[in-house]
Nanobody, 117 residues
């Protein structure tokens, strides 16, 4: 079993930056990819970015060039999402996601990111 602890959300002005963190502990050897999804009010949850154990990355077109995902595979696996040049439309609840080699997945509790003047 894997436990996920998210941190780093908050309120930021347009053009600002935030960094999200998701720490995974437990059976981290079973993790294939880690990533971030987001869900804005009235919209479906969508992939923001993910990263494989081998550090291959995948980004939504809307965040390419602004967001960077990275991963630390040390003692406790941690995935970071550095968000720069934030826009109003980035406002959403951001969820950490882990996917396992056996096909299963887990979700974090979510952290609110609000971009506002």
């Amino acid at each position: 079993q894997v436990q996920l602890v998210e941190s780093g959300g908050g309120l930021v002005q347009p053009g600002g930056s935030l960094r999200l963190s998701c720490a995974a502990s437990g059976s981290i050897f079973s993790i294939r990819t880690m990533g971030w999804y987001r869900q804005a009010p009235g919209k479906q949850r969508e992939l923001v970015a993910d990263i494989s154990r081998g550090s291959s990355t995948n980004y939504a077109d809307s965040v390419k060039g602004r967001f960077t995902i990275s991963r630390n595979n040390a003692k406790n696996t941690v995935v970071y999402l550095q968000m720069n040049s934030l826009k109003f439309e980035d406002t959403a609840v951001y969820y950490c996601n882990t996917r396992y080699y056996n096909g299963g997945e887990d979700w974090g509790q979510g952290t609110q990111v609000t971009v506002s003047i």
